[in-house]
């Protein structure tokens, strides 16, 4: 009788091992090697530009939430009666039984706003940029793609099997030479502003464009919707565009709207279609009611916000011009995007570091979530910071530049 073999046992109660040849740690040691390897901050207070992290108070500029909705009473005070009314868990995907009219009528609610014929909301921006091209695009369709845009954006491209092709950055020469020799079926997608660089895309162009060579055109308008445009509707009000310029247009609730989750503004085919084919749309959980519910009063919340956009604006203005004064390298944006162009992503990390030395949170941007060798502080500037503010980060850049570290 052949001996029982035993496991064999990790070094601690606590120790995975893995098998040998997926080297984790080797590829985590080269990530640290190229000053490229992340690690997470835990914050300890409310979504604010004053915030608790890792147990140090700090001025923070990387927050997505422009217009300082993520902890404002009307919306705390909104999410808790809608959760004693409705529960928190939707308990099932929307095609089951998850579906509650609180995602009904908000996604009513967004289409009127917009001026679109429907919506469809999604559990984040992320799904819903995978779900509406992988719905949409196959290996008889061409996607054409900026070269900066969101990596929801272009993992959709790979995951629907299509040909991808990716113009240079707002380069509309190139993308019409290849539009005019394509006989595929084609999409366009764009993002509206661009993430980490914070300029435009010019819609304009793109629409006369998609319509001149029958193609598709989407827009993924995340930092857009609620800071640009009449009342906050997006880079399309901002160019006087509507439904029939862009025809599918994405929008998330997690930044400007200070909620969660994520919608998708197109006419009410495209919309039944993407019920009937989106994957991360009919294979995910719905949202909680309670959260459909709370966007619902985050939209009215936008609706009237055109003080704080008036004021981020402002700050926008007085950020540019101070960091002129010190002579920094900033991207061409007029958003609240405002990066400072670094270069070095251990560079970046330093000034990052000694930035919080002094109380301001400001995050490192590195490849591959940039190009290499454009590593920058990524600024964000929100309608809840203060002039205050904006003199207190460029004093603590100013330290920085007479130490010769900036």
Not at 59 to 88: I, M, R, T, V, W
Not at 219 to 231: F, M, P, R, S, T
């Amino acid at each position: 009788m052949q001996p029982i073999q035993q496991p064999i046992q990790p070094k601690s109660q606590n120790q995975t091992l893995m098998p040998k040849a997926f080297d984790f740690a080797g590829k985590l040691a080269l990530k640290k090697q190229n000053n490229l390897y992340r690690s997470r901050k835990t914050l300890q207070s409310k979504q604010s530009v004053l915030q608790t992290v890792n147990g140090q108070s700090v001025l923070a500029f990387c927050s997505n939430d422009y217009l300082g909705l993520a902890s404002h009473p009307s919306l705390e005070q909104a999410f808790s009666k809608s959760a004693k009314q409705y529960g928190f868990g939707s308990g099932a995907s929307h095609l089951v039984n998850g579906h509650h009219q609180c995602h009904d009528e908000l996604e009513n609610q967004l289409a009127q706003f917009f001026g679109y014929e429907a919506c469809l909301t999604f559990s984040t921006g992320y799904m819903a940029n995978l779900g509406v091209i992988d719905a949409i695009c196959d290996k008889n369709t061409t996607l054409y793609q900026d070269k900066l845009n969101h990596a929801s954006l272009i993992d959709g491209a790979l995951l629907s099997g299509a040909k991808l092709k990716r113009y240079p950055h707002n380069q509309y020469d190139t993308l019409e030479n290849w539009l005019s020799t394509d006989d595929n079926q084609v999409m366009i997608a764009t993002d509206a502003v661009f993430s980490m660089d914070g300029d435009c895309a010019d819609l304009t162009q793109l629409s006369n464009l998609a319509k001149k060579h029958d193609s598709l055109l989407m827009i993924d308008d995340a930092h857009g919707v609620g800071v640009l445009g009449e009342q906050g509707k997006g880079t399309a009000s901002h160019y006087n565009l509507n439904a029939n310029d862009v025809p599918i247009m994405m929008g998330t609730l997690g930044k400007a709207f200070g909620c969660s989750g994520a919608f998708v503004l197109a006419s009410q085919e495209m919309i039944d279609y993407l019920v009937n084919f989106s994957r991360t749309y009919i294979y995910t959980t719905a949202v909680p009611p309670a959260l459909a519910a709370t966007s619902i009063q985050a939209l009215e919340l936008v609706k009237q916000a055109d003080d704080a956009r008036a004021h981020l604006n402002f700050l926008i203005a007085l950020f540019k011009q101070k960091a002129k004064e010190l002579e920094l390298i900033l991207w061409p944006s007029d958003t609240a995007i405002q990066p400072i162009m670094i270069g070095d992503s251990q560079k970046a990390m330093s000034i990052s570091k000694k930035l919080l030395e002094q109380g301001i949170l400001l995050t490192a941007i590195r490849e591959p979530t940039v190009p290499k060798n454009s590593a920058r502080l990524r600024v964000t500037l929100c309608a809840s910071h203060t002039e205050a503010h904006i003199e207190r980060l460029f004093k603590s850049l100013q330290t920085l530049k007479n130490e010769g570290s900036l």
